[in-house]
């Protein structure tokens, strides 16, 4: 393990997936982040931009994550819900550039998933995190 207690797993012959981790193996004490969405700390949406509401939701797990004195490479599991598909295909570059600059780990054992709708009628990302932080 490395300084961090996070191992990315890969079977033997399988190629190396772009931007996640097939399995994680991680050892401390675990972080279960509810879903962010799009909103600020105060409830208010800044866009209805798919890009900048994923901005906004990554930006609300990292504070969660540092609120119990965790950073990026302490997040072991990313499940997203998107709203749409193709928007989420098409904002592909925005989000990359975001969970570069507020994460940055590619160590996650990442799932995306469409949904019909989320609770909050204006947001179109949900993500909610598991992180395991140093004993």
Do not use: C
Request: aromatic letters at 8%; a neutral charge.
């Amino acid at each position: 393990m490395n300084e961090t207690n996070v191992q990315a797993v890969l079977p033997e012959g399988w190629p190396r997936p772009k931007g996640y981790a097939n399995g994680v193996v991680a050892q401390g004490r675990m972080l279960f982040i509810a879903g962010m969405i799009g909103w600020d700390g105060q409830g208010r949406f800044h866009s209805d931009d798919f890009g900048e509401q994923a901005r906004q939701a990554l930006q609300n797990v990292a504070d969660v994550l540092r609120a119990a004195g965790g950073r990026g490479d302490n997040i072991v599991r990313m499940t997203w819900y998107v709203t749409d598909k193709r928007e989420y295909l098409a904002a592909a570059p925005a989000v990359g550039k975001a969970f570069r600059e507020i994460i940055g780990s590619y160590t996650i054992a990442m799932t995306a998933v469409e949904v019909k709708a989320l609770i909050e009628d204006r947001a179109k990302v949900e993500i909610e995190a598991t992180a395991v932080l140093p004993a």
